[in-house]
């Protein structure tokens, strides 16, 4: 891949001719990318190749908006991801193609639904072999879909250690006993850690295999790893979070004149991205989303970025991207040179952020100087839209319960000061009936 | 800007940069005979069903994408009404 005027491309290489043309001609890239499952792309100019000597077309893919990880998404976006995968490996075939890879990073979500990227991922089927990508998808799929709904939700972050998938003896043995009597687990997960780890040294060579897994085989095989995954299921669970909204200082009157306030800061910015720091369930992201603007919600609590996502699905929103992530920790450059994977503030920076009922869980719960959080903040973003929660309010009283109150410059004041010095404060607005202050501002 | 994996890098023709695992190919010839078995007793009481409800033979499975997504929306939708209850 490489870009080109500010555009992204991809060189298709002499060797990938047949294959490229069996996926365009047989009909599979009509049908996939005319239902959105696969992203479409256009043929360009072959002389933009940046190496011509092998190059057989250069394609330009329609762009996504945001790209996102899976050790950054909900149980829902994975499991969506994995079944997206399955039916795509499984219609191929009828078309006489089959996947080279299903790995986990093959998936982007765009307009609110997950969309396959990779076109050269598809090769001729023959029939006979077994599925080169199967070990793949148990890693990159089947196990951390497993770990989240029968171990512990919080496990979706070993996806963030294991960027191959997560090995499946570790899988195994962290799973509890009860998953061996579910025949998919037992079989694509235990067994199936079992078998590679038997035949770890032994070769197994082509002509081995070949001609001993049926196309029916094959089909049941895919059905069977569709049925383990979907009879997954993580209740969205009711955490400090899911509740917020009821339990707070807010009067119906004074939510609604929140909301309305930042919908006419966000008119006012006019921004072409907005990212909505721990937006929780989206209820004021939606004020940037329904407007248009691509929007990415991010929260800690994976249990309000499911609830959010279901949302997505149901009204059939386009521009809500809702993602788990820590701001005291957030996404990191991963990979080979650190380079593989970018982290969060590289996929910035955007046009608006909003900081809604977030800066005294950094400021007092994470003991963050007011002037690091501004300082952070303006590297994300060139407008801020920011909510202070003073120590009165009944939110904060909470979180200082049980601890010494060390904050003596926690104050509207003492947030003036600490904001200006990366910030221009454009417009202030208190909230009546409780005593938070919502902010424009744009960064210096 | 540089989001791609490593393994963009493909090698061999025919052959898959992937390492597929002995032991998943394996697992695989034991799976698939006993699972295709599965497809094929699936399909054949379908088109027994079929053959007496007289309704419109279906031999294809469901798993075209876009019917797949529809029923996970629908899912999602009837998981996020109970849960509000």
């Keep these: ?444 | 800007m540089n989001f791609l994996s490593i393994n963009e890098f493909v090698q061999g023709a025919t052959q898959s940069y992937l390492d597929p695992g002995s032991g998943s190919m394996i697992l695989q010839l034991i799976l698939g005979a006993v699972l295709g078995l599965g497809v094929v007793v699936r399909l054949f009481w379908k088109n027994i069903k079929n053959f007496f409800t007289r309704g419109k033979a279906k031999f294809e499975e469901d798993l075209d994408p876009t019917a797949v997504m529809e029923t996970v929306t629908e899912n999602a939708s009837e998981e996020s009404l109970q849960q509000k209850q």
């Excluded at chain 1, 790995?103 to 080169?132: C, H």
Aim: hydrophobic share 40%.
């Design chain 1, 1 to 444: 891949m490489f870009k080109h005027e500010g555009k992204l491309y991809r060189q298709v290489n002499q060797k990938f001719s047949k294959e490229y043309d069996l996926l365009m001609g047989s009909g599979l890239y009509e049908q996939l990318s005319k239902s959105k499952t696969l992203v479409a792309h256009k043929e360009v100019d072959l002389q933009l190749a940046p190496i011509p000597e092998i190059a057989y077309r250069v394609i330009e893919p329609e762009v996504v908006d945001f790209i996102s990880y899976p050790y950054e998404w909900c149980f829902n976006q994975l499991q969506d991801a994995a079944v997206l995968t399955l039916a795509i490996a499984r219609r191929a075939l009828e078309f006489g193609m089959s996947l080279k890879d299903a790995s986990a990073y093959n998936i982007q979500f765009q307009n609110g639904r997950p969309v396959f990227i990779d076109t050269l991922s598809f090769e001729k089927y023959e029939e006979g072999m077994p599925w080169v990508a199967y070990k793949q998808f148990c890693q990159h799929f089947l196990a951390p879909l497993a770990l989240m709904a029968k171990k512990d939700i919080r496990l979706a972050q070993m996806m963030r250690l294991h960027i191959d998938g997560i090995p499946l003896d570790l899988a195994s043995a962290l799973l509890p006993a009860s998953t061996k009597l579910n025949f998919g687990l037992a079989t694509h997960i235990h067994i199936h850690a079992q078998s590679q780890k038997r035949y770890a040294d032994k070769e197994v060579s082509q002509e081995q295999v070949k001609a001993r897994m049926s196309k029916t085989a094959m089909v049941g095989l895919l059905d069977s790893l569709l049925s383990t995954v979907r009879g997954l299921y993580v209740k969205t669970i009711q955490t400090e979070w899911t509740d917020y909204y009821q339990d707070n200082n807010y009067t119906k009157e004074s939510f609604e004149a929140k909301r309305q306030l930042v919908k006419s800061y966000i008119e006012k910015t006019n921004p072409k991205r907005v990212w909505d720091l721990g937006g929780n369930t989206g209820e004021f992201s939606r004020a940037a989303s329904d407007l248009g603007i691509p929007t990415v919600c991010f929260d800690i609590d994976p249990g309000a970025v499911q609830q959010n996502y279901d949302l997505v699905k149901k009204n059939k929103e386009k521009f809500m991207l809702p993602l788990r992530m820590d701001l005291t920790n957030p996404s990191p450059d991963l990979g080979w040179h650190n380079a593989e994977r970018e982290s969060m503030q590289a996929r910035g920076p955007v046009d608006l952020v909003m900081a809604l009922a977030l800066i005294h869980h950094l400021a007092i719960s994470n003991n963050v100087p007011l002037v690091d959080v501004a300082d952070y903040f303006a590297d994300l973003g060139e407008y801020l839209i920011i909510e202070f929660v003073p120590k009165s309010d009944s939110q904060v009283k909470r979180l200082l319960a049980s601890r010494l109150d060390i904050f003596p410059d926690y104050t509207l004041e003492g947030f003036r000061q600490a904001f200006e010095h990366h910030y221009l404060l454009i417009d202030e607005t208190p909230i009546d009936a409780c005593e938070r202050t919502v902010f424009l501002m744009k960064r210096k």
